[in-house]
């Protein structure tokens, strides 16, 4: 994890975290709604996750080697919501 992922991790809203647990639960490619779609995108930005358009249209988040990390040491120290 770079340093900047390091200080993204804690800025990590309760939905980041909803999306990251998510993502894990119903990997490899876990369909997104609307709702979280924006969150989605900013966890992308910061390398956490992937995001894909379906062929029918619906959006999809798998998480990267960091998000994974990430989530990783959230449940180590009980954080992430």
């Not at 029918?56 to 120290?77: I, M, P």
């Amino acid at each position: 994890m770079t340093p900047a992922q390091e200080e993204e991790l804690e800025r990590l809203t309760p939905t980041m975290w909803a999306i990251l647990r998510y993502a894990a639960k119903y990997c490899p490619m876990a369909k997104i709604g609307g709702t979280w779609l924006d969150a989605a995108r900013s966890l992308e930005q910061a390398g956490f996750v992937t995001l894909w358009r379906c062929v029918s249209g619906c959006d999809s988040t798998r998480l990267t080697a960091v998000g994974a990390e990430a989530l990783t040491r959230a449940v180590a120290t009980r954080r992430g919501g």
